[in-house]
């Protein structure tokens, strides 16, 4: 599923002249909140619900450059559900080549923003989850 499109300013790099590590990600997490949409995760339940996401593992890949003015495309998937957590992959691309940027794989926890504990994802969350990992875009 495609959860970012961009671009790479001039100030997204640094003194070497391509886009610095800080900015990957930040495009990743934009990638994120998108891929979380997808299956229900939305900004009005983490509120209704007050409910939070919290990254508690994360693996960055650096394949190639990304220099000022190419374009990226981001596309990202569930590798795996559980009851109170989720791990999943995002793949950065140059838009213009296809090559490989980056990778990224991430597992985050579901938590009540109260108590700050891990808690179950809500039925209707499960069932995009469920239909998410059944059938990938």
């Known amino acids: 599923m495609i959860t970012y499109k961009g671009c790479i300013y001039p100030w997204h790099c640094d003194h070497v002249g ?3 590590v800080m900015w ?4 990743f997490d934009e990638a994120t909140w998108n891929l979380f949409a997808g299956f229900g ?3 009005s339940y983490l ?4 409910r939070g996401m ?3 593992e994360q693996h960055l890949t650096y394949k190639r450059e990304l220099l000022a003015g190419d374009i990226i495309e981001v596309s990202s998937r ?3 559900a559980r009851d109170k957590s989720i791990k999943f992959a995002h793949e950065m691309r140059n838009g213009e080549t296809g090559e490989v940027a980056a990778l990224c ?3 985050g926890i579901h938590l009540d923003r109260a108590t700050r504990k891990a808690v179950s994802f ?6 995009g989850l469920d239909r998410l990992i059944a059938s990938p875009p």
């Open 18 to 20: 391509h886009m610095n």
């Open 24 to 27: 990957y990600v930040g495009k």
């Open 41 to 43: 995760l939305t900004p």
């Open 47 to 50: 509120r209704r619900e007050n």
């Open 54 to 56: 919290v990254a508690v």
């Open 78 to 80: 569930v590798l795996e």
């Open 105 to 107: 794989e991430l597992t």
């Open 122 to 127: 809500a039925p209707e969350v499960r069932a």
